[in-house]
């Protein structure tokens, strides 16, 4: 047969690419490997330069285009001690404990929109959002806080009973999750002022409390939004059997699907806390010395000193490598959560 002495040949499959194929990958993926990695080596360099082999260079490599020593280090944890100390603490607290309630909450506000039904109401919610822009005008105008919120509860209570029944519209779930992520769209700059006066009515200005606050609020969407679609492709038969053998709404929460979800929380927690470690608006406009974060101490050195590179590459470094290093750390989970809810069924 004409078949005989051909030698078959593999099937190829996006899996296995022909010999060039593999080399423009290799070439793409290494030029872009470079192109990531250089801003960091170049940082790491920068910091053991002294300022004239900066401004005289470029140098490339140690002890061949220039000596290193670690004097910016030293000037930046001995010198400058109080002043990069505190704000690092205030940006290590903050982002944390910021993260890890947005995600605490977020996970029952996104378990509970992938697996119950709501059905809210229009004129529930706006009576809702009427009597909270009236709590917060109250405070505004200078009512006690604790008096506002009184009064706009028991006027929700009472518009709920008359006025909020009248509108028979409801809204369902993916109205709820639009709704959360359209905040998550709109412009920090355009709330920061009110916040801004909230927190100074409240005497909280310049404190951890405003910052947590301020920043569990701002990421609380993208929470409910990634862990709602990842509840959404865990497996709805193991909830059942939990349930079947006794097991609470709470307990399926916590022993079933919080295990199950890992991957997603890990990679949630990782982007949530980028957002936090880094936010600089709202740090600005709340903090002024005590609480203020450790970006708002690179932008000052920037401004009252001029473009010192050789000291800011120490501060941009201590900033970013945490991050980085956790991100190695947790790569296994990041791997899988990346690809939250797209896979279902």
């Known amino acids: 047969m004409a078949t005989l002495g051909f030698r078959r040949r593999r099937a190829r499959t996006i899996f296995t690419p022909s010999p060039l194929g593999m080399v423009v990958s290799y070439v793409v993926l290494g030029a872009w490997a470079l192109a990531i990695l250089f801003p960091l080596y170049w940082l790491a360099i920068t910091s053991l330069k002294l300022p004239i082999d900066v401004n005289t260079g470029p ?82 105008l200078g009512a006690p806080w604790p008096v506002a919120v009184v009064a706009a509860v028991a006027a929700f209570v009472l518009l709920l009973q008359t006025i909020g029944r009248r509108f028979r519209r409801a809204l369902g779930n993916n109205d709820i999750a639009f709704w959360m992520i359209s905040q998550r769209m709109l412009p920090p700059i355009t709330v920061v002022i009110p916040i801004y006066i909230v927190f100074q009515q409240l005497g909280l200005l310049d404190t951890w409390a405003a910052l947590i606050i301020t920043y569990v609020a701002a990421n609380l969407p993208i929470v409910v939004w990634l862990m709602r679609d990842y509840f959404q492709s865990v497996p709805l038969e193991l909830e059942e059997n939990a349930a079947i053998d006794g097991a609470s709404r709470y307990r399926i929460f916590r022993s079933v699907v919080l295990p199950l979800s890992t991957p997603g929380l890990v990679a949630t927690f990782l982007f949530v806390l980028v957002f936090a470690w880094n936010e600089y608006l709202f740090a600005l406009f709340l903090t002024t010395a005590k609480a203020q974060t450790l970006p708002l101490t690179v932008a000052a050195q920037n401004a009252t000193r001029g473009p010192q590179w050789w000291y800011m590459s120490v501060l941009i470094l201590i900033m970013i490598v945490p991050v980085i290093a956790m991100a190695i750390a947790l790569e296994r989970y990041i791997a899988r959560g990346l690809l939250v809810g797209a896979v279902k069924g």
């Open 59 to 140: 140098y490339y490599v140690p002890n061949l285009d220039f000596k290193p020593t670690l004097e910016n280090w030293r000037y930046i944890f001995v010198d400058l001690q109080s002043d990069t100390f505190r704000p690092y603490l205030n940006t290590v607290v903050v982002a944390t404990t910021s993260t890890v309630l947005a995600l605490l909450i977020g996970s029952m506000a996104a378990y509970g929109l992938a697996r119950l039904q709501y059905q809210p109401r229009v004129g529930a919610i706006g009576t809702f959002i009427g009597c909270l822009a009236f709590a917060i005008l109250a405070v505004v």
